[in-house]
């Protein structure tokens, strides 16, 4: 078992930043790779960005170069850094932890980009 716990969402302004926070426990020596999905109300969950245990990245097209995502091996942790936030940005932002046969879902946390 994996447990997730993200944090940093919020309402932050459009232009803003904000850094969200997701501190795995439990048996994460079998990850493989930890994602970042969002959903926005009444939309399907999507991906965000992924790091893979070799460190490898991926992201959608809509945000790249504004988003980054990162991860701090020794605390457990990864990280999305998203710059330049846009109203489309809003949503509830999941932390996602898979090995090779089960993925794990965060409670999720709320970003809302508004002014």
């Known amino acids: 078992q994996v447990q997730l716990v993200e944090s940093g969402g919020g309402l932050v302004q459009p232009g803003g930043s904000l850094r969200l926070s997701c501190a795995a426990s439990?048996?994460?020596?079998?990850?493989?790779?930890m994602r970042w999905y969002r959903q926005a109300p009444g939309k399907q969950r999507d991906l965000v960005a992924g790091i893979t245990s070799s460190g490898s990245t991926n992201y959608a097209d809509s945000v790249k170069g504004r988003f980054t995502i990162s991860r701090d091996s020794a605390k457990n942790a990864v990280y999305l850094q998203m710059n330049s936030l846009k109203p489309e940005d809003t949503a509830v932002y999941y932390c996602?932890?898979?090995?090779?046969?089960?993925?794990?879902w965060g409670q999720g946390t709320q970003v809302t980009v508004s002014s």
């Open positions: 996602n932890a898979a090995t090779t046969t089960i993925a794990y």
């Open positions: 439990g048996s994460i020596f079998r990850l493989i790779a």
